[in-house]
């Protein structure tokens, strides 16, 4: 059975500090890594996506990723109330159309 | 911009009822899924289709069924609603080569 694990949390950070949400997942396979946030009663807007292992960066997010280790991680900087939501691991893969999901992190960023 | 609609935000049907959830999605995408989403046990995928008239099951597809006659819609159906079919039901569509997911509004169905 192929598993996606995140902390469900909450995750509490103050506003500015930088918050660090994990995932790890078991299919050596997986290719294609996404994080997803996603508001209460609303549905999941895509963030960043990573292939590749090493950083890749975009504006406050900074997505990780060590297939070594089986697992990603998304920093965001400067957290800011807006950012509370919870936060979906998705992994695909090689060769499959389907995403396997964790069950996401809570993360709340206190004013 | 991606657009995924669907056709209701909130639905309450009755137990036993055939109950339909309609999908849109406006950028020409191949793929199309369907998911529910509860509480503690993240997004499920009931099923997904990667062409016209072309399904496949995913990990929860009993009770359900879908059809796509046109590319851009994707409906699911269930046969005859039952309360644990209560849920968030969430469209995404994606291209087949970009892997990437683009979700619709969702749908929070109440089966009574």
């Known amino acids: 059975q192929k598993e996606v694990e995140q902390n469900s949390g909450p995750l509490s950070v103050p506003e500015g500090a930088i918050a660090s949400l994990n995932c790890t997942y078991s299919d050596q396979g997986s290719q294609s890594f996404f994080w997803y946030r996603q508001y209460s009663g609303k549905s999941p807007e895509l963030i960043m996506f990573?292939?590749?292992?090493g950083d890749k960066e975009d504006g406050r997010f900074t997505a990780q990723l060590n297939k070594a280790s089986q697992y990603v991680s998304l920093l965001i900087r400067d957290s800011q109330p807006s950012d509370s939501a919870t936060y979906l691991c998705a992994v695909n893969s090689e060769g499959t159309y389907k995403y396997i999901f964790g069950t996401g992190t809570r993360l709340k960023v206190l004013a | 911009d991606v657009k995924v609609t669907q056709s209701s935000r909130y639905l309450v049907k009755r137990t036993g009822e055939k109950v339909f959830l309609e999908c849109v999605q406006d950028?020409?995408?191949?793929?199309m899924f369907w998911y529910r989403q509860d509480p503690g046990l993240g997004l499920r995928l009931i099923y997904f289709?990667?062409?016209?008239?072309?399904?496949e099951k995913g990990d929860i597809p009993e009770g359900y069924s879908v059809s796509r006659e046109k590319k851009e819609r994707f409906s699911l159906i269930l046969e005859s609603a039952s309360t644990n079919q209560t849920s968030m039901y969430l469209c995404?569509?994606?291209?087949?080569?970009?892997?990437?997911?683009?979700f619709g509004p969702g749908t929070r169905l109440t089966v009574l």
């Open positions: 289709s990667y062409d016209v008239k072309m399904k």
């Open positions: 990573i292939y590749s292992n």
């Open positions: 995404a569509s994606s291209l087949p080569a970009m892997f990437v997911q683009f």
């Open positions: 950028m020409d995408h191949e793929n």
